[in-house]
């Protein structure tokens, strides 16, 4: 995560915990996305990441901290990170559900 391309394409000065504002509303950026910027925005639940575009209508601001993911987000975002996503295995099996299809 290190903003690079967006950085150097649009020249923001885009980074991880990057207090912004897009089309007047308040957030934080938490992920890298390639081409665009992922915000978590104030008024969404923590660890949900808008895609936005690095120019349009964004007022980045100050560095801020990101609001902490629940235990159960932060395990589905392991999950997600997890060779168990990459081959296709499901959430439940992921969780040593037994049964699970």
Known sequence: MNFEYVQETYGVPACLNRCVEV???PGIIIKDCGHHIGVN???DKPGVVS???PTWKVKYLGIGE??????SQQRY???LDSPYYEAGDSFAFYLGVKGAV
């Open 23 to 25: 089309d007047g509303q």
């Open 41 to 43: 925005f104030d008024s």
């Open 51 to 53: 895609h936005c575009h």
């Open 66 to 71: 990101p609001r902490k993911l629940t235990r």
């Open 77 to 79: 975002r392991d999950y």
